[in-house]
């Protein structure tokens, strides 16, 4: 068990403190910053610059060195399981302070209140003792926590979420403010009712609480800890791209990456959602008249946009469900048989999935299962479409455009540009007459599939099971998460995605909720996995 007294002492901090800051400097200065006001700089400083970065890592290397020999290289978690337990009250009251902040980050008039959920979070990692910024962006802000943890030889485990929530529309629909968390009663005990709940904020809880736990029974972290938190996910992450990679040095660190922004199987069953679909969305226009049109007057006699564009998009799948665009499965791999024999062993109640929704019947492309459309097989869907005259009563107009929004949903190896180039095609080879397309892209994504055999997804198994007495299932996403492919694509780190929301927790709708019980069980797991992948030792 690690103890208090096993710490560095104050003159050790003091020295490790001076080289951090010498090492600062030397990398300040090895960037070039100044130089233009000193092109003369000379080859005595330059030597000089690269005899501090040096003389630097030579003592943090060594500092490092003599923290791990002092410190153990195991730690007990149980104690901090059960500081979990006894804490789980305060935590929840810190949680609902949390939700009270209305960061709704597409509307520019909660800007301010999204700042304030960001400078929240920065307090309580700070009062952690970890070192905290709140990074500006052209959005929202971004937060980076770090805390270097007690063992150089542990792994470096970078934590990603979101603080930022959707809209609240339709507000009528709520069963009470959405800003005002309701703890309420349900088939599985008491629930939070709020925005934010379960989408993320209630999932970033669990991660900032276990380490609390952590820091509260040990002193210290297990390991080196880098919490990354961004405020605009649900309005598209715009941000985030030119942030990773402008600070992709100090990120690549990282060894592993556990994102919870996912669901649990069940309320008893955890999961791992080791693939995910991508998503290429677009806008499409058909115009065709210079004007609307009298349709009494030119009715059957000219092109109908609105007509014309509906019977193109009747052609988007064939008969047994199959994406008619060329190349549209070009890279698509089977599933093995292996993945087909798990996923079918899941106890997945398809009538509950679909009564939950109002629905009897599954649909989609023939010769696989529901979860394996969902999971593992790419789609088109329409998603709105418009045109002509929609207001109250009648006007008889032929409109002079049409327009319609789709969403493909991409899976592993499949080329979004490939499936941009295919609906170019698709379209063009159906124009009208006297007709053309325009097509506004809004997002390009791929489908993501991350190792589910190396040695962290084992140690987030092996903690999943601590807590929940049963293995975790292994299963898809429908959904995207961009920051999983950027993280993935732009600094080759595979992350492992644990979630304990519940399928009917009604994230971006009315009355979202989360089961206090998926609370506690997220808390306990985030504790015991960063247990479990302390043990783990870097080569």
């Known amino acids: 068990m690690f103890r208090r007294g096993l710490l560095a002492p104050a003159t050790r901090r003091m020295r490790l403190a001076a080289a951090m800051l010498t090492a600062a400097l030397a990398a300040w200065l090895s960037l070039g910053i100044g130089a233009e006001t000193s092109p003369q700089?000379?080859?005595?400083?330059?030597?000089?610059?690269?005899?501090?970065?040096?003389?630097?890592?030579?003592?943090?290397?060594?500092?490092?060195?003599?923290?791990?020999a002092k410190v153990p290289t195991t730690f007990d978690v149980q104690p901090v399981l059960a500081r979990v337990e006894a804490d789980f009250d305060n935590a929840v009251g810190r949680y609902l302070?949390?939700?009270?902040?209305?960061?709704?980050?597409?509307?520019?008039?909660?800007?301010?209140?999204?700042?304030?959920?960001?400078?929240?979070?920065?307090?309580?990692?700070?009062?952690?003792?970890?070192?905290?910024?709140?990074?500006?962006?052209?959005?929202?802000?971004?937060?980076?926590?770090?805390?270097?943890?007690?063992?150089?030889a542990a792994p470096h485990l970078l934590y990603y979420g979101h603080y930022d929530v959707q809209p609240v529309e339709p507000l009528e629909e709520w069963t009470s403010p959405p800003f005002e968390p309701a703890i309420v009663d349900g088939p599985h005990g008491k629930r939070v009712v709020a925005r934010g709940a379960v989408d993320d904020k209630g999932q970033v809880v669990t991660i900032?609480?276990?380490?609390?736990?952590?820091?509260?029974?040990?002193?210290?972290?297990?390991?080196?800890?880098?919490?990354?938190?961004?405020?605009e996910?649900?309005?598209?992450?715009?941000?985030?791209?030119?942030?990773?990679?402008?600070h992709a040095e100090m990120l690549r660190r990282a060894d592993a990456v556990?994102?919870?922004?996912?669901?649990?199987?069940?309320?008893?069953?955890?999961?791992?959602?080791?693939?995910?679909?991508?998503?290429?969305?677009?806008?499409?226009?058909?115009?065709?008249?210079?004007?609307?049109?009298?349709?009494?007057?030119?009715?059957?006699?000219?092109?109908?946009?609105?007509n014309a564009l509906t019977e193109v998009l009747g052609q988007l799948h064939d008969a047994n469900g199959r994406v008619q665009l060329p190349g549209f499965y070009d890279g698509v791999a089977d599933l093995s048989e292996a993945e087909r024999r798990e996923w079918a062993a899941l106890p997945f109640d398809e009538k509950g999935f679909l009564g939950e929704i109002g629905l009897t019947q599954s649909t989609g492309e023939a010769g696989f299962t529901t979860l394996e459309r969902i999971w593992a097989r790419p789609t088109a869907d329409i998603n709105g479409i418009w045109g002509g005259y929609t207001g109250e009563g009648s006007k008889t107009v032929i409109a002079a455009r049409a327009s319609v929004k789709v969403s493909f949903r991409t899976v592993p190896n499949q080329n979004p540009q490939k499936i941009l180039d295919g609906l170019k095609a698709f379209l063009d080879a159906r124009t009208p007459p006297d007709s053309k397309w325009t097509i506004r892209q809004f997002g390009a994504s791929e489908g993501i599939l991350v190792p589910a055999d190396g040695p962290y997804m084992q140690a987030a198994r092996a903690g999943l099971q601590d807590v929940f007495g049963k293995p975790a299932a292994m299963v898809g996403g429908g959904g995207s998460i961009p920051v999983v492919g950027l993280l993935q694509k732009g600094l080759g780190l595979d992350s492992i995605l644990v979630g304990f929301g519940l399928s009917d927790d009604r994230i971006h709708s009315?009355?979202?909720?989360?089961?206090?019980?998926?609370?506690?069980?997220?808390?306990?797991?985030h504790a015991a996995i960063l247990g479990r992948i302390a043990e783990i030792r870097k080569n």
Not at 233 to 238: A, K
Not at 290 to 304: K, T
């Open 510 to 525: 009315p009355n979202e909720k989360f089961e206090l019980k998926c609370l506690k069980n997220g808390i306990l797991s």
């Open 258 to 306: 556990l994102i919870s922004d996912t669901n649990a199987w069940d309320i008893d069953t955890p999961a791992i959602t080791y693939r995910l679909r991508g998503n290429v969305y677009v806008e499409i226009t058909l115009d065709g008249p210079s004007h609307d049109l009298h349709s009494g007057l030119y009715g059957g006699a000219v092109v109908n946009p609105i």
């Open 233 to 246: 996910e649900e309005s598209g992450s715009v941000s985030l791209p030119g942030f990773l990679a402008a």
């Open 41 to 68: 700089m000379s080859a005595s400083s330059r030597a000089g610059v690269s005899v501090a970065e040096n003389a630097a890592a030579a003592t943090i290397a060594a500092t490092n060195r003599e923290r791990e």
């Open 97 to 152: 302070d949390f939700l009270r902040i209305p960061s709704i980050s597409t509307d520019p008039g909660y800007a301010k209140d999204v700042r304030r959920a960001g400078e929240w979070l920065a307090a309580e990692f700070r009062a952690l003792g970890f070192e905290a910024t709140l990074h500006d962006t052209p959005g929202h802000p971004i937060l980076v926590a770090h805390h270097a943890g007690a063992s150089a």
């Open 208 to 231: 900032l609480e276990a380490l609390r736990a952590w820091k509260t029974v040990h002193g210290a972290l297990p390991a080196e800890v880098t919490v990354l938190l961004e405020g």
